[in-house]
């Protein structure tokens, strides 16, 4: 796909991509300020095409860039934000997309684009036929899911069985929408799979589970696909929350199965609910950084006393959820049930002085008050636009603010691991502000905090009281 490029040095290619972008700014500018009042439908439709095929052009491009800067053709070079920065964080802040956006980019890119080997000599794309038709605009990108998706679900087989289906599957892309190529793949995966064809090997590629974006009510919704032998435990566990049993809020553990109107569906999610307090009741899970694995949630004195007369008292208004060290939202309603199961690490702060005045915890939980007052005054990772929760954090000493030198929480801070590598390296430097936050200074640009930190920073909330 790439013997049609011809080769130009670093200024003359600059010089004329940028001309060529400005070009199509030009044109885009044209075309936005002309008038389609009159040019009829299926003038439209045309127009329509063409922004679509351009759509699908630019994506390549974009894509064929991400490869280059993974393994850059001309050496590593300079990168916005200064050394040490991740590519993928440089890139997520300057093109504000989610992180999970950019690692997906460099995922499809370095299947489409060629790489070279450690002599240097090139190796065609993983997937060839698909690679040409994204760089020629002949398809978009649900059509770069769908034959991804195709291609990754068939059991291990031969090479250029694998091309022959991929060259089929991108050829259906070019001519169908996505919906058909995916059909087309299920097809193909049916006719190839005779039983015993998929191995243990191809169930660990394919396993996994995704917890997705907490919705505005709390709810998260899940996909995944889970390996027989997990299936088999939900299974058990789903069998001990049978019609009667395990009913929430029932006051008993078995109640009369008739007055039981959970569905299947909601008595499966009450299983795996049951399955995990026990796990984590257990104390067989070890450790997670210094602390028992529990969950950690945070709030404070005013809340959790409105939250408790909220309970008894319709005409009090429930207030905000706690945060949990996963970086979720937990409401009141729901901490004050895990709290009564005994199997918590609750932090209390009060509203002013983000101080602990209050920590109830199990038993077995010795001391590692310094990481959950973390967790209540940092929340997530400190450097600033990091989203990081709580748990995937490690501590991070500023020294210069202890006044004794001591460890002491005032001075200890979370940073997500690469974040804490950043200033281990030298990379970025932290102070401590008057408030007693960590701010961050990355590549020489003025200290700043993460404004993730504190809801009040993003978006001042009434008093409820
Ligand atoms: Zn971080």
Redo the contacts with the bound molecule.
Sequence with gaps: MTAARSFLFADAARDRVRADLDAIDAALDRLRETSTDMVGNSFRVELTERLEHHHRVTRGLTYRMFAEMADPPDGAGHLPGGPGVRLRDALATRLRLVPREVTRRFKVAARITPSRSITGAIIAPELPVLAEAVESGAVGEDHITEVCKALDALPPIAAHEKATIEATLVGHARTQDADFVADVGKRIADTINPDGLFDDAHRKRQRGFTIHTQGPDGMSRCSGNLDPETRALVEATVAAVRPGHHVPDAGADVVDGATDTRTGAQRMHDALKLGLRAGIGSGSLGTHRGIPVTVIATTTVADLDQAAHAMTDPDVPMPRPARTGGGSSLPMRDLIRLAANAVHYLAVFDDHSDRPIYLARSKRIATADQRIVCHARDQ????PG???PGY??EVHHAPDWSAGGTTDADSLYF??????TLVTRGHATTTVTDDGRLAWSIGGAPPTVNPLQRDADLHPRPSHR
């Design positions: 997530g990772c400190t450097r990091c989203t990081r995937q954090c940073a997500c691991g690469p974040d804490h």
